[in-house]
Antibody, heavy 120, light 107 residues
């Protein structure tokens, strides 16, 4: 059974950093592009970042470029999001997701989400 | 970025009703469109991709159609477990972008 478990969220002050993790199981992690999508409270979905199976291709939304870094450790079946210089507008539930197929930007499995709150 | 616009923002319906949600892209995206269902406090669930391909395990009462800029999600006979928010998402070009959501509520 495919499972994604997000963790690492919490309350953080503006300008500080936080690292999110997503541990995968039930599939060959290294074969899939993974991504982070966030959802501000009561709002819609916003794609944040994607990373290919071998980490060759990495993409970011303009809103986080230069502040967030996506990475993965295929030996640990883990995905990470290092978030620096956090702002109030980064407050959201962050979901990791698995893309259905390489080159197909549809997420067929999602983590349960981890809440990041940026507030002084 | 490609803008995705859903309508309506919310719809009130009864069990057994036919419900249709539309999604319009700001430019042509071929058939590169997905629909997701999200229930309160839960992650989104993929229902349809490629505009009309049903994800494994999704009931056949869900149907997707359209291509280019105009797309439709139809629930043929609404069931109690279908009350949720639905999002469309384009996968034609980066960044992938989502519609603002359509909440299906109980009448």
């Amino acid at each position: 059974e495919v499972q994604l478990v997000d963790s690492g969220g919490g309350l953080v002050k503006p300008g500080r950093s936080l690292r999110l993790s997503c541990v995968a199981s039930g599939f060959t992690f290294s074969s899939y592009t993974m991504n982070w999508v966030r959802q501000a409270p009561g709002k819609g979905l916003e794609w944040v970042s994607s990373i290919s199976g071998s980490s060759t291709y990495i993409y970011y939304a303009d809103s986080v470029k230069g502040r967030f870094t996506i990475s993965r450790d295929n030996a640990k079946s883990s995905l990470y999001l290092q978030m620096n210089s956090l702002r109030a507008e980064d407050t959201a539930i962050y979901y990791c997701g698995r893309d259905l197929r390489t080159g197909w930007a549809y997420s067929d499995f999602w983590g349960q989400g981890t809440l990041v709150t940026v507030s002084s | 970025d490609i803008q995705m616009t859903q309508s309506p923002s919310s719809v009130s319906a009864s069990v057994g009703d036919r419900v249709t949600i539309t999604c319009r892209a700001s430019q042509g995206i071929g058939s590169w469109l997905a629909w997701y269902q999200q229930k309160p406090g839960k992650a989104p669930k993929l229902l349809i991709y490629g505009a009309s391909t049903l994800e494994s395990g999704v009931p056949s009462r869900f149907t997707g159609s359209g291509s280019g800029t105009d797309f439709t999600l139809t629930i043929s006979s609404l069931q109690p477990e279908d009350f949720a928010t639905y999002f469309c998402q384009q996968a034609n070009s980066s960044p992938r972008t989502f519609g603002q959501g359509t909440k299906v509520e109980i009448k």
